[in-house]
């Protein structure tokens, strides 16, 4: 890689996420202001309302950050920032987490590690592939094997690195 890609959240992207928080405000939240309730039921209201608003709030803070890939690092921007080096990079994962039964819809979650941070990166980012062949890339020149799974997801999601290690050490080729 020879120059460093910002890469953000659209509002597109979120927009479920987005509706998701609002709707879950609405319900809990606006009952809670606007109708008298006894202790037992204010407090359900109340604990939902909190966990809609963290909802929110991580909503927003994924649409104003951004990723930035350079040739030495992967950095988070935002009120949590982060960055792993590609040199020390520890251990790479991509997880697919499915939303039905039949695994048709869901997102993957790239977790990049080292000993100074942990990354993680949505699906929902635009040039999400293009991050993960990087993370891929960087994992091999450090010899750090890749679990089974994490290779099947790259599979599934279409990244062609070259050559790669498996988590049994051996190496394994993509066609």
């Given at each position: 890689?020879t120059?460093s890609?910002?890469?953000r959240?659209?509002?597109?992207?979120?927009?479920?996420?987005?509706?998701?928080?609002?709707g879950?405000?609405?319900?809990?939240?606006?009952?809670?202001?606007?109708?008298?309730?006894?202790?037992g039921?204010a407090?359900?209201?109340g604990?939902?309302a909190?966990?809609?608003g963290?909802?929110?709030?991580?909503?927003?803070?994924?649409?104003?950050?951004?990723i930035e890939?350079s040739?030495?690092?992967i950095?988070?921007s935002?009120?949590?920032?982060r960055?792993?080096?590609w040199a020390?990079?520890?251990d790479?994962?991509?997880r697919?987490?499915?939303t039905?039964r039949d695994?048709?819809k869901g997102?993957?979650q790239?977790?990049?590690?080292s000993?100074s941070g942990?990354?993680?990166?949505?699906s929902t980012?635009?040039?999400?592939a293009?991050?993960v062949?990087?993370?891929?890339d960087a994992?091999n020149?450090?010899?750090?094997?890749?679990?089974?799974?994490?290779?099947?997801?790259?599979?599934?999601l279409?990244?062609?690195?070259?050559?790669?290690?498996s988590?049994n050490?051996?190496?394994?080729?993509?066609?």
């Amino acid at each position: 890689m020879t120059v460093s890609s910002i890469h953000r959240h659209t509002f597109q992207s979120l927009t479920a996420d987005y509706a998701r928080s609002g709707g879950g405000l609405l319900v809990t939240a606006l009952p809670l202001v606007s109708v008298e309730m006894t202790g037992g039921v204010a407090w359900v209201f109340g604990i939902g309302a909190l966990l809609f608003g963290v909802y929110a709030i991580n909503t927003v803070i994924r649409h104003r950050g951004s990723i930035e890939c350079s040739e030495t690092a992967i950095s988070v921007s935002g009120p949590f920032k982060r960055s792993v080096a590609w040199a020390e990079v520890s251990d790479v994962w991509l997880r697919y987490f499915s939303t039905r039964r039949d695994g048709r819809k869901g997102w993957m979650q790239l977790v990049v590690k080292s000993s100074s941070g942990t990354v993680r990166v949505e699906s929902t980012l635009a040039g999400f592939a293009d991050i993960v062949a990087i993370a891929v890339d960087a994992a091999n020149k450090k010899g750090v094997d890749l679990s089974p799974t994490t290779v099947g997801n790259i599979e599934l999601l279409g990244v062609k690195p070259s050559l790669f290690t498996s988590g049994n050490r051996s190496p394994c080729q993509i066609s």
